[in-house]
């Protein structure tokens, strides 16, 4: 886990002050970093009789995809709204400072579904709770959630209670 670490770069006072903004790029840009990560990702998730992963716009699509491609299964965008150009299902939720949405087609999970949610940061928990709501409007269940960092000290795991959460590295 030390190459991974070593692939996260703090940014102080990002997107605003007094935030350090944990930066994925130097993780991505190095390729053995980047498999241990996707490999590690979806380690506990082997065997679970997983039908699908889905990430969050954007980094989550960079996890989330290629956590399908090693996996064998197909990958569900979990997009901002008015990106997606079919019929969609939506989530509103909360973040600290307003809220937001996601949104996914209609058709893209259904009953029997078994979803691996994958993003590279778990916070507040608001969007990946968000994330959990709008697979389960489609039927689908979620079997667990990946993220690559978690800031323990926003407790975003809680508002994940009774899905099984796993992260590569805390802070």
């Not at 970093?33 to 716009?57: C, H, S, W």
């Not at 954007?58 to 299964?73: D, H, N, P, Y």
């Not at 893209?108 to 389960?136: H, K, Q, Y």
Request: aromatic fraction near 8%.
């Amino acid at each position: 886990m030390e190459s991974l670490q070593a692939g996260i770069r703090d940014i102080p006072d990002f997107p605003k002050p007094g935030i350090v903004f944990k930066d994925i790029t130097p993780l991505v840009k190095d390729p053995a970093a980047l498999r241990l990560a996707v490999q590690q990702l979806m380690q506990p998730f082997v065997g679970q009789d997983i039908t699908a992963v889905a990430g969050m716009e954007a980094r989550g699509f960079i996890f989330g995809s290629l956590v399908a491609w090693e996996m064998g299964l197909g990958f569900v965008p979990l997009r901002k709204p008015g990106k997606l150009p079919y019929d969609v299902q939506s989530v509103a939720y909360d973040l600290e400072y307003g809220s937001a949405a996601l949104e996914v087609h209609i058709d893209a999970l259904g009953p029997g579904d078994r979803v691996l949610l994958v993003d590279d940061l778990l916070a507040t928990g608001g969007t990946a709770r968000a994330s959990c709501e709008l697979i389960e409007n489609l039927g689908a269940s979620v079997v667990g959630c990946a993220f690559v960092v978690e800031l323990d000290f926003l407790n975003g795991r809680e508002r994940l209670n009774g899905y099984p959460v796993h992260s590569l590295l805390h802070y």
